[in-house]
């Protein structure tokens, strides 16, 4: 019943920048802490960033703070995490998650256990 479908992602040159889109089904995500993450080969899957979408604070991940924005547009019922300055290290598996709960504002909201819908992923790949 609950579906998240991310898109957006690609190939692109190192500086350059994607959008990534998160669109929710089956439940709107204005009362929800949504994430993105992203998972490399070989490594664990780590937290980006996430916003609570009733309105409030942010958190970010310090290897892409300063570079990423994550917003959400409750009308569209879609999640989005603008990347810029995008880095070889950035390529990765990224995937969008909710959970029907405040956000906690700091560290617990890129930690995987904290979600329970998680959308299939898409692809981001970075070239130098």
């Known amino acids: 019943q609950v579906q998240l479908v991310e898109s957006g992602g690609g190939s692109v040159q190192a500086g350059g920048s994607l959008r990534l889109s998160c669109a929710a089904s089956g439940y709107t995500i204005s009362n929800y802490c949504m994430g993105w993450f992203r998972q490399a080969p070989g490594k664990e899957r780590e937290g980006v960033a996430a916003i609570y979408t009733g309105g409030g604070s942010t958190y970010y991940a310090d290897s892409v703070k300063g570079r990423f924005t994550i917003s959400h547009d409750n009308a569209e019922n879609t999640l989005y995490l603008q990347m810029n300055s995008l880095k070889p290290e950035d390529t990765a598996m990224y995937y969008c998650?909710?959970?029907?709960?405040?956000?906690?504002?700091?560290?617990?909201?890129?930690?995987?256990?904290?979600?329970?819908?998680w959308g299939q992923g898409t692809r981001v790949t970075v070239s130098s």
């Open positions: 998650a909710a959970v029907r709960s405040y956000c906690s504002g700091g560290f617990a909201d890129l930690q995987e256990y904290e979600y329970n819908y």
